[in-house]
């Protein structure tokens, strides 16, 4: 393993020294972007530094039309999706309307039968079910839907699209269009909205509109669409800087004050314990699945109703049921997960996967396990014909299913990730056509030695408590704001013990003075290799975080470890 270090501009660093940073301070803070001009901003952001909801593009024409229909007393049907971040999306904007006084109702399309989106199926289902419908509001979805947003033109029913997803060649003739990817702010700062951040803009927009209008009188009815907001942006993997930084940062310090009553009570049931400030694995791991599961195991509505409803039996049963999808979800990716392995053909270019048993749901989740378990290997999961796809990095999938999409009656997605539907009989023909051509590209690839790139190589004197409670200043980690990884070379090993339940994790002390203990989660079975290799030295990649556990003391959270590198084959 080669230890490298990011590159960072050496200016920046220099002038963020020269503020009074210490130089390793200076560099994490240069590494992600932060200059001498903002980085108060980026150490304290706060909603004072969100922009101007009017300055997004299209916002202001859609909440004209929007408040007509408010004052008209129009049927609105708020089009939304079944993940969470469609879910956050549409709960935002229908609490937003109701509180108006729209007469709005919200409408997901079923995921197996009718998929992602606007659909000849879902379209057909939403005008027989609200047949008094006027206008209809896409959230997180819609830029695409060019022949739907037609027919329901010629229907005589206005459509507005909010979405932040890509375009294709051509456009929809909405009404009003809101999407930064398709026209973004001046300044480029809302281009990374998830769905529910730019429905939280938008919102924002109706409010300050319908006082303007004598339409609301009432308070600030922001908290609980920025606690969605926030949530829906670490849950779609959002670049975490900019606005998404400060949506996120106050989603968390102000989750416990502003919550909705349905969100908090999901929080409870699935926190181990509650804390007293909430972080981000909490978003990603604990409350962002389980509004998934919904969607892909049951229906999302009942995620929405959670989200909306504020009668408390009611909202509490529905907590129950979806934390039930969550562990339904999880038996079902377990059981399909085992079968996908036991399915693997080894030294196979590509994995193309065929599960007898399963649901089209949790086929995208699995996908992502097998590959975690595989390495460097793109690997489709397939259910009924139905399949989902994950690709490392050196993969574009979208454009190798685009290659073998004569065996496909559709496919879509991006680089890393995409679904398709196979043709009857062809699951065959498409395992080899995509073998052969995940084969060519990487034949194509240099071959590159490991290298594991660290925000900096430390000695063991920085790694002080002041310098790692210092660190959660640059909090909220995730997606365009990564947790730093640093390095430690030349370590001897002092004692190796496991750790947890099943011992799945280690706990290792080193010999050199002022390096703290290291745990290394899901490290249990290297135990051996360690105490056989214990009499060679170690660099190691880590992250730092402040334990609480006994005296409060800085705790280092292995990623790595491996002889150094001179000695590996003496």
């Known amino acids: 393993m080669t230890i490298r270090e990011r590159a960072v501009d050496a200016q920046l660093v220099k002038d963020l020294a020269h503020e009074g940073f210490s130089s390793l301070q200076a560099r994490l803070l240069a590494l992600r972007g932060v200059t001498k001009e903002n980085y108060a901003d980026f150490l304290s952001p706060s909603l004072a530094g969100l922009v101007d909801s009017c300055k997004l593009p299209g916002i202001i024409e859609a909440a004209d039309i929007i408040l007509e229909a408010v004052r008209d007393r129009s049927k609105i049907v708020v089009f939304g999706d079944y993940d969470c971040d469609g879910v956050c999306a549409s709960a935002i904007l229908v609490s937003c309307l109701k509180t108006l006084g729209a007469e709005v109702v919200y409408f997901i399309p079923d995921r197996l039968s009718e998929g992602y989106g606007m659909s000849e199926k879902s379209v057909a289902r939403m005008l027989k079910t609200f047949s008094d419908v006027k206008l209809v509001v896409t959230v997180d979805n819609g830029i695409t839907s060019v022949s739907e947003i037609e027919e329901l033109k010629k229907l005589g029913v206005t459509c507005i699209i909010t979405d932040h997803h890509l375009p294709g060649d051509v456009l929809p003739d909405a009404a009003a269009l809101v999407n930064p990817k398709v026209k973004a702010d001046e300044d480029g700062l809302l281009s990374d909205l998830c769905g529910a951040g730019v429905a939280f803009m938008l919102a924002r927009r109706l409010v300050d509109e319908a006082k303007k209008r004598a339409l609301y009188s009432g308070g600030s009815i922001g908290g609980p669409m920025l606690i969605l907001a926030g949530l829906a942006t670490v849950t779609d993997i959002m670049p975490l800087s900019g606005q998404n930084r400060i949506l996120v940062f106050e989603a968390l310090r102000r989750f416990h004050a502003c919550a909705a009553s349905g969100i908090k009570e999901l929080y409870l049931r699935s926190a181990t314990k509650g804390a007293k400030q909430l972080g981000v694995k909490d978003f990603g791991f604990l409350l962002g699945p389980r509004i998934n599961a919904a969607g892909r195991i049951a229906n999302a509505s009942e995620a929405i109703e959670l989200l909306l409803s504020e009668d408390r039996e009611v909202l509490r049963e529905i ?200 745990v290394w989660w899901n490290g249990g079975e290297e135990i051996e290799r360690l105490r056989r290799d214990s009499h060679l030295s170690f660099d190691i990649t880590f992250s730092v975080v402040v334990s609480d556990y006994g005296d409060r003391h800085v705790e280092l959270q292995l990623q790595k470890i491996n002889p150094t590198a001179e000695q590996q084959y003496s």
């Not at 392995?341 to 599960?355: C, F, G, M, N, W």
């Not at 996908?367 to 793109?378: H, I, Q, Y």
């Not at 909090?475 to 370590?491: A, D, I, Q, Y």
């Open 319 to 518: 907590a129950r049921k979806v934390d039930g999808y969550n562990l339904e979800r999880k038996r079902i990716e377990s059981e399909m997960t085992e079968a996908a392995l036991k399915s693997v053909v080894q030294d196979a270019p590509a994995q193309v996967i065929e599960i007898t048993r399963g649901h089209k749901g949790v086929a995208g989740i699995v996908a992502s396990r097998v590959m975690e378990k595989l390495g460097d290997v793109p690997v489709c999961v397939c259910v009924d014909g139905h399949g989902s796809a994950r690709s490392p990095v050196w993969l574009n999938i979208r454009d190798a299913m685009e290659n073998c999409s004569r065996f496909l009656d559709r496919f879509g997605g991006h680089a890393a990730a995409g679904g398709f539907q196979v043709k009857e009989g062809a699951i065959d023909d498409f395992r080899a056509a995509l073998c052969e051509y995940c084969e060519l590209v990487k034949a194509g690839r240099p071959a590159d030695p490991e290298i594991h790139m660290v925000d900096a190589v430390v000695l063991p004197q920085d790694l002080t408590l002041e310098f790692a409670q210092w660190l959660k200043k640059l909090e909220p980690f995730g997606e365009g704001n990564p947790e730093p990884v640093f390095s430690l070379k030349g370590l001897m090993l002092a004692e190796v013990k496991p750790l947890g339940q099943e011992a799945r994790h280690l706990q290792i002390r080193f010999r050199e003075r002022g390096v703290p203990r290291a």
